[in-house]
T-cell receptor, first 113, second 113 residues
Framework: DVKVTQSSRYLVKRTGEKVFLECVQD?????MFWYRQDPGLGLRLIYF???????EKGDIPEGYSVSREKKERFSLILESASTNQTSMYLC????????????FGPGTRLTVT | AQTVTQSQPEMSVQEAETVTLSCTYD???????LFWYKQPPSRQMILVIR??????QNATENRFSVNFQKAAKSFSLKISDSQLGDTAMYFC??????????FGEGTQLTVNP
């Protein structure tokens, strides 16, 4: 089974702090994704990566950056957390070919106070 | 731009009955994949079922089946013999080219005993 893990289930940070969310997958997937999930808005793509050191902006990249130094690990960085970044963050991975269904981590609920 | 719409924010069904969740999408492409994902309370998002647009036959997975109407750009999910464990948020998603998925807003399904 594919396993996608995220470093924290719950996180509370203060406004202005730098925040790191880590995601690791164990199935040698080329693609990795970061989403935020908000009620009534579904999942919105922040960034994704299709290879090590490669990244592409999603629909809402402002205020975020990412890092992929190893194939299995994809980090989301909030350079200066703000209250409007309070949300559920989901990581996912997929193969680069075929149907490319995505496999999701358990999510990190981030609260910025 | 591709869009996915789930017009039912909440639905409920009695245990053992059948329920249908609606999803419509908009694209000018002819080849694409459609997915239904399930997110149980406080648990990981998992794939329920997928459909390749070039296949005329509707996909089925045990109690889950889809009604794929390509001309109408409709992709509904039918859950038969509903169980308490089916209570979850359900997301319809759509992939055209590349690896990005576009998600709908989600439908919260509650199965009542």
């Amino acid at each position: 089974d594919v396993k996608v893990t995220q470093s924290s289930r719950y996180l509370v940070k203060r406004t202005g702090e730098k925040v790191f969310l880590e995601c690791v997958q164990d199935m040698d997937h080329e693609n990795m994704f970061w989403y935020r999930q908000d009620p009534g808005l579904g999942l919105r793509l922040i960034y994704f990566s299709y290879d090590v050191k490669m990244k592409e902006k999603g629909d809402i990249p402002e205020g975020y950056s990412v890092s992929r130094e190893k194939k299995e690990r994809f980090s989301l960085i909030l350079e200066s957390a703000s209250t409007n970044q309070t949300s559920m963050y989901l990581c996912a991975s997929s193969l680069l070919a075929g149907a490319r269904e995505q496999y999701f981590g358990p999510g990190t609920r981030l609260t910025v106070t | 731009a591709q869009t996915v719409t789930q017009s039912q924010p909440e639905m409920s069904v009695q245990e053992a009955e059948t329920v249908t969740l609606s999803c419509t999408y908009d694209t000018s492409e002819s080849n694409y994949y459609l997915f239904w994902y399930k997110q149980p309370p406080s648990r990981q998002m998992i794939l329920v079922i997928r459909q390749e647009a070039y296949k005329q036959q509707n996909a089925t997975e045990n109690r889950f089946s889809v009604n794929f109407q390509k001309a109408a750009k409709s992709f509904s999910l039918k859950i038969s013999d509903s169980q308490l464990g089916d209570t979850a948020m359900y997301f319809c998603a759509f992939r055209v080219s590349g690896s990005r998925l576009t998600f709908g807003e989600g439908t919260q399904l509650t199965v009542n005993p």
